[in-house]
């Protein structure tokens, strides 16, 4: 079963909160799949199906063991199962974080998996599918999705992963889940992210980097056109004086805290390089970064989310 609400969404980076994450015993992996509405449950629900999860869709929160006993008694297809928690049911339920907190005092180790996005892309949402907010009653859009955050935000706090979609479309949420949950899932796994300020900290950052020390290749006619991508524009940015420097430091400082944090249970690491709009410095110092990461053999993902907004 599959369901939530459909994502269109924002660049989306991934943490993991806290060093809750534990080892899943061999006959369950379960996933917690919440956050809110408009955020993308049912993309992820949907995704989660696409990488062999059986998904089961707005439980309510008081069932939420029954179903878990009963996935790991059964084993077989059920042996990976995830469950889509909202303030649908809250009518016949306790809250969302009371379910999850039981969960660990029973022994399962669920991955708990946060959705949100700002509030005006979430209004925008609905009114492009011209539905009401389940809890909007006689009031507004806001007025809902306000007292839906403040619902939620004991569930956010025991989440594992947190996905902001904002910036991500359907297909880049979904390949981002179906890379997380195919995957296996015990190694720490790192995203170098690069943006810019002026649109924008993620949210979501461990780390992060300020390349604004360095000149801006805007300022070039003849590289103002290309992007960090282009070997003209990287070689301007990462011969600058310090710079080569500094990203080995860099790269070294993370290589040193990997193990660490990967003893913590810390599965997700997101490096945030900005630069003023995200087009030169950011770029090129993400693509080599992350290539001295992968020369660790530490999992690197780049992405570039603003690049080509200007």
Partial sequence: MTGGSSAQARSAQFRSSDSRLS??????????????????????????????????????????????????????????????????????????????????????????????????????????????????????????????????????????????????????????????FGDEWHRLKATVLSFGFKYGVPGDADFLVDMRFLPNPHWVPELRPLTGQHPDVADFVLKQPGAAQFLSRYAALLTDVVDGFAGEGKQYLTVAVGCTGGKHRSVA??????????????PVRVVHRDLGRE
């Fill in 23 to 180: 080892t899943v015993p061999s006959v369950m992996d379960l996933v917690i799949v919440t956050g809110l509405s408009g955020a993308g449950r049912s993309t992820v629900a949907r995704a989660l199906e696409n990488v062999g999860y059986y998904v089961v869709d707005n439980l309510p929160q008081s069932l939420v063991i029954t179903m878990a006993e009963l996935a790991q008694q059964t084993g077989g297809a059920a042996r990976r199962t995830a469950i889509v928690l909202d303030v649908r049911s809250r009518a016949l339920s306790s809250d969302i974080a009371e379910a999850i907190q039981q969960l660990r005092a029973r022994d399962f180790h669920p991955r708990v998996l946060f959705l949100e996005a700002d509030d005006d892309v979430l209004v925008r949402r609905y009114e492009s599918v011209r539905r009401k907010h389940p809890l909007q009653g006689d009031g507004r859009l806001f007025d809902g999705i306000i007292a839906e955050r403040a619902l939620l935000a004991s569930a956010r706090g025991e989440a594992d992963l947190i996905i902001d979609t904002t910036e991500l479309n359907v297909n880049q949420l979904r390949n981002r889940v179906e890379e997380i």
């Fill in 285 to 298: 110092t993400a693509e080599r970064l992350g290539a001295m990461l992968e020369e660790s053999k530490l």
